[in-house]
């Protein structure tokens, strides 16, 4: 297995070109001695062994043990979150936590700083039909097949609440385990996946047992912010981020507005609630909402007052969590982060969100875009070659030309100009009967057959480029395989396909370096 790297998706923005939406700080060193010498938050050693017992349960890892230490004492973290996807899908999942490694070790290597790598399961959210499934490519019938847990199924509340069931869960498991194919790894990634959908419980425990038995001995420090001993631990947070709701609102359509006219980018973040805060979180997930009535909330079919709110958020602090605007405030209020990693729309709505933090008096840390992979096993390299296809940037393009080449070189255009030539004839042919058309030779019946005689010319011009398509099927298939594999839906493989498709989803990391271009992971 070795690395390349290459030129591929275009940035939403340059993070260093506009520094003054991103705290002034970019990945340099200048930037990272600032981060690394900011005070540390007073509940630091709380949240520490908060982790530490959450984590316990499922076994902590000596390289795990010494993070969680340095967490407590107030090492910066490098971090990163996402939901809890269907067996850690899709790839770009495990892509995050690998930039996450990748970057504490940049931190250990040239700036001898003990980072925390720590990736953030959002059990909070709820929408369950984004993670409810996954993706995999089908190499017998050559196609993308999708496997679902449940899918008619409706889950309103938050998924940290959502206890699956574990016969469903195994079904879903055989599933994607019968396109990997038998082999040594599968065998052993069926007993331990089988084994942790029997133990644990709920959706995000089974997401964190999986997370935790693939990076444990990395280090990795998982945080599940739906614990109930980190939503009281959030009180008075976010109890001040209710009483600043106005401000915090102000500040965010502010901001986004001068961030999308500075980069001339259409905004990431849609939301139209006032409070950004939900609540509800164990039934049916709902945001809070003022009126305009004065002191008066919405929150579901409830009119509460501020002080009502402020006083629920103290007696059940599981119940609330942030939306979109106050989430990366929370992460910041909660860590001492030098480093956040996160998706290019990720990236951008930070930048949306820059005059946010100046309203809680809360440093930004240094955002960095994660790196994004492409795996390239023998076979795709072969099609590349065969086809002269370069990896890069226009390849779905390439691969389209490719085809519509191929279709072309084998398409006699004599045989097409003729049956044109024969369809204008027809018109012509047909003019003279128009002149006979009375109410027994209707021009209506002349029009129909006239239509029925084009279209088994146009049949014929249709039949004629299946079976050009047909003469060349192995080709056709093998360009279709190429992009399905590389660019499903035009997007890069990771945002699609699971990561148990591919040989080894925690390869070695070690020789990477922290970059913005693909990395190509070549076997």
């Not at 001898?112 to 017998?140: I, K, M, Q, R, S």
């Not at 006979?436 to 084009?454: Q, V």
């Not at 660019?487 to 390869?507: F, I, K, S, V």
Request: hydrophobic share 35%; aromatic share 10%; charged share 25%.
């Amino acid at each position: 297995m070795h690395f390349e790297t290459i030129d591929f998706s275009e940035n939403l923005h340059n993070i260093t070109d506009n520094k003054q939406f991103y705290g002034g700080l970019s990945y340099d060193e200048e930037s990272i001695k600032e981060v690394l010498q900011r005070p540390v938050h007073s509940h630091t050693a709380e949240l520490g062994s908060i982790i530490e017992t959450d984590m316990s349960q499922y076994g902590l890892s000596e390289a795990q043990q010494h993070n969680i230490e340095l967490l407590k004492k107030g090492h910066k973290v490098v971090i990163a979150g996402q939901q809890a996807g269907l067996f850690m899908s899709p790839s770009y999942i495990i892509h995050k936590i690998v930039s996450i490694l990748v970057v504490v070790k940049e931190l250990k290597e040239k700036h001898g700083y003990d980072a925390v790598p720590v990736f953030w399961v959002a059990g909070e959210d709820h929408d369950y039909e984004e993670v409810n499934h996954t993706h995999l490519y089908d190499t017998y019938h050559r196609r993308r097949v999708k496997v679902n847990y449940k899918p008619n199924l409706t889950v309103p509340m938050s998924i940290g609440f959502y206890n699956y069931d574990k016969k469903a869960m195994a079904e879903a498991l055989d599933k994607i385990l019968r396109y990997i194919g038998d082999s040594s790894y599968a065998a052993a990634l069926k007993k331990q996946v089988t084994a942790s959908i029997e133990r644990c419980t709920s959706w995000t425990e089974l997401f964190h047992s999986l997370v935790h038995e693939t990076f444990k001995n990395d280090g990795l420090v998982i945080f599940n912010s739906h614990l109930e001993a980190v939503r009281e631990l959030e009180v008075p947070i976010m109890q001040n981020m209710f009483k600043q709701h106005k401000a915090i609102d102000a500040a965010f359509k502010e901001g986004q507005e001068e961030f999308i006219r500075t980069v001339n980018k259409a905004p990431v973040i849609q939301t139209e609630t006032n409070v950004h805060l939900f609540a509800n979180a164990a039934s049916a997930r709902t945001l809070i909402t003022e009126t305009e009535e004065e002191n008066a909330y919405v929150l579901g079919d409830e009119k509460l007052n501020k002080d009502e709110i402020l006083k629920r958020i103290e007696q059940s602090p599981i119940e609330f969590s942030n939306n979109v605007v106050t989430r990366p405030l929370m992460q910041e209020m909660l860590f001492n982060t030098a480093v956040f990693l996160g998706g290019g729309a990720e990236v951008a709505y930070w930048g949306e969100l820059h005059k946010v933090f100046g309203v809680m008096e809360t440093d930004m840390p240094i955002v960095l875009k994660r790196m994004e992979f492409i795996h390239v096993d023998d076979r795709i390299s072969k099609l590349l070659e065969r086809y002269e296809l370069t990896l890069d940037s226009s390849i779905t393009d390439q691969i389209q030309a490719r085809k519509e080449t191929l279709i072309k070189t084998h398409t006699n255009d004599q045989v097409l100009d003729e049956i044109e030539r024969v369809k204008s004839s027809l018109e012509e042919s047909f003019k003279p009967l128009y002149e006979y058309a009375d109410e027994y030779f209707t021009s209506g019946i002349i029009d129909g057959n006239k239509k029925r005689h084009l279209n088994e010319l146009e049949y014929l011009k249709k039949r004629y480029s299946v079976d050009i398509k047909r003469s060349l099927r192995t080709e056709l298939n093998n360009l279709d395989e190429l992009s399905e594999k590389l660019m499903p839906n035009g997007a890069l493989q990771e945002r699609l396909y699971h990561p148990w498709q591919y040989p080894a989803c925690n390869w070695d990391y070690s020789p990477l370096s922290y970059t913005d271009k693909l990395t190509i992971i070549k076997s």
